[in-house]
């Protein structure tokens, strides 16, 4: 299966797991528009990144600066993961009790992969949207493994680029709808400047 292409439904009705995408902080904080993807109540939902692409999944490499724990009887964790792009924020609960007990685990400041599902949530129709990133795995890494994962997703953030200005995929013809004020080239120099940041 190709790293682009949604996966798609089995026969029997069930869903393969989606790939995890790569995307930098910056981006997906901007992100505005929440679907799902057919009507089963199994059916995946995305999240359509401003440069045309959906992401159900997303896998990101940085520093965790920060976490708490949050509440008595159902208890949570949140915390703060930063990229050479800006802040991710993630959380894990007790329906992700395996990637609770990762995080609960770990020491800040540490560099840490992150694969999990990111959600778009609105507090009132007057407050902004956030993103947030229900964690499903947290480990400890290195800094080599980050700056690899910064080369990797500048590269694909530069790919998804190209593609938007001349594609007419389904998603990203919605991605120009509803990011109408959005310019795909911000996220060019946003991604040069991690690469930047990045030193061999």
Do not use: H
Not at 12 to 20: H, L, Q, V
Not at 30 to 38: A, L, P, S, T, V
């Amino acid at each position: 299966m190709s790293a682009t292409a949604p996966d798609m439904g089995r026969r029997d009705g069930s869903f393969e797991r989606e790939p995890a995408r790569r995307v930098f902080a910056s981006e997906l904080r901007e992100c505005r528009y929440q679907f799902k993807d057919g009507e089963d109540e199994k059916s995946p939902t995305f999240v359509l990144l401003p440069t045309g692409e959906r992401s159900n999944r997303i896998f990101i490499v940085g520093t965790l600066t920060e976490k708490t724990r949050q509440g008595e009887q159902n208890i949570f964790y949140r915390g703060r993961v930063i990229d050479p792009t800006g802040t991710f924020f993630i959380m894990a609960g007790s329906y992700q009790p395996e990637a609770m007990q990762q995080l609960a685990k770990i020491e800040t400041p540490a560099f840490v992969a992150v694969i999990g599902k990111a959600s778009i949530y609105q507090k009132d129709p007057a407050s902004a949207p956030l993103v947030s990133v229900r964690v499903e795995s947290i480990s400890v890494v290195d800094k080599e493994t980050r700056d690899i994962w910064t080369l990797d997703t500048a590269a694909r953030t530069l790919d998804r680029i190209d593609a938007f200005a001349t594609g007419t995929s389904p998603d990203i013809l919605k991605a120009k709808e509803q990011y109408p004020t959005v310019d795909p080239s911000v996220f060019r120099k946003i991604a040069y400047d991690a690469l930047a940041q990045i030193k061999m």
